[in-house]
């Protein structure tokens, strides 16, 4: 089965396309608000970089977030109109999981920290099992020093990934048990998403087109200022 992998959840957006052999084709890139029309393009470059149609598609999968609000509205709306229009079922995946995948061989707790904006951030933590990570904690929106004081207080090495641990560093800079992963792995991989897909496409565990929606942790942006300019004397 050939699986379209679609993610925009943070500044970087991308696609990939894979299976049993592994990724075959993806794209990134990071032009800030840009995502609804560099998507498609890029679909198109991945289907031609593997040689494949995309109606050979077989599953959709998508990042359904936390992430920035209009990046993750246009990357679910587009893996529902690829998935409706080629009849495939669907997956829907977190970015933070997608974060903490790469760095799963290491036997350190893992933090996965997605930039909010509004000095928060997104994250869960996760712990390494046989094959990948496991989440043990439910996704968070909260300060970088709501998340420093909960790490100095578990007291473990820690493996902190992610735009938002580099975006607040300086709140960890003091916490002597936690290594920030380099700047290579600060974005969600539209590449583990096809790799994590696929572990669940092998289990038959899809989902129906309605059931996905993307995970919004707090109000839009837009929303807030909104409330903001109403509230203000």
Not at 53 to 71: H, K, M, Q, R, W
Not at 97 to 107: E, H, I, K, W
Not at 176 to 189: H, L, R
């Amino acid at each position: 089965m050939l699986i379209l992998g679609i993610e925009t959840a943070t500044v970087q957006a991308g696609c990939a396309i894979g299976g049993h052999e592994g990724v075959l084709a993806s794209a990134h890139s990071a032009k800030g608000k840009r995502h609804a029309e560099n998507l498609t393009p890029a679909i198109a470059f991945i289907c031609e970089q593997a040689q494949i149609e995309l109606s050979e598609i077989g599953l959709v999968a998508v990042d359904i977030g936390p992430g920035l609000f209009t990046g993750l509205r246009v990357g679910v709306a587009t893996a529902k109109a690829v998935a409706f229009a080629l009849r495939v079922p669907m997956i829907g995946v977190s970015s933070l999981d997608l974060l903490a995948f790469p760095v799963r061989f290491t036997p350190r707790l893992i933090v996965a920290a997605i930039d909010a904006r509004r000095n928060e951030l997104y994250y869960a933590l996760y712990r390494q099992v046989p094959g990948g990570v496991q989440r043990i904690s439910e996704p968070t929106v909260g300060s970088a020093d709501d998340l420093a004081s909960e790490l100095l207080a578990l007291s473990e090495e820690v493996l902190l990934v992610g735009d938002g641990a580099h975006r607040y560093r300086e709140a960890f800079d003091g916490l002597t048990k936690v290594e920030i992963v380099d700047q290579g792995n600060s974005f969600p991989s539209a590449a583990s998403l096809v790799q994590l897909a696929h572990a669940q496409a092998l289990r038959e565990d899809f989902q129906q087109i309605d059931s996905i929606q993307p995970m919004y942790l707090r109000r839009p942006d837009a929303e807030i200022n909104w409330a903001t300019r109403d509230s203000a004397p």
